[in-house]
Nanobody, 122 residues
Framework: VQLQASGGGLVQAGGSLRLSCAAS????????IGWFRQAPGKEREGVSCISSSESNTYYVDSVKGRFTISKDNAKKTVYLQMNSLKPEDTAVYYC????????????????WGKGTQVTVSS
């Protein structure tokens, strides 16, 4: 099982990045896929989640209107388009496979991937 996050980098405030999460080794379209982030000294938080059918999505309040999650089942890849980035978005971003999307985010994490660093300068 592998969840490979990529697309992180250094960007100025107001800029954009697109993260990708490439999955392999499990039944991709049977799981919700979510993005999480962890900033230095802070707990990991759920950022966004998309259901297996793409019918349900979740965004943490701090990214609503700025981030968009999408998936390509053929490529077994989930994307997180991040626009209008702020310094407080700086964190290591991880993707994970979960059972479902709930009103509070991804629920029942089954697999975690390694992270990709996003740094937003002011």
């Amino acid at each position: 099982v592998q969840l490979q996050a990529s697309g992180g980098g250094l960007v100025q405030a107001g800029g954009s990045l697109r993260l990708s999460c490439a999955a392999s080794g499990f039944t991709f379209d049977a799981y919700a896929i979510g993005w999480f982030r962890q900033a230095p000294g802070k707990e990991r938080e759920g950022v966004s989640c998309i259901s297996s059918s793409e019918s349900n999505t979740y965004y943490v309040d701090s990214v609503k209107g700025r981030f968009t999650i999408s998936k390509d089942n053929a490529k077994k890849t989930v994307y997180l388009q991040m626009n209008s980035l702020k310094p407080e978005d700086t964190a290591v971003y991880y993707c994970a496979a979960a059972r479902i999307v709930s009103v509070a985010g991804c629920y029942g994490i089954r697999y975690w991937g390694k992270g990709t660093q996003v740094t937003v300068s002011s």
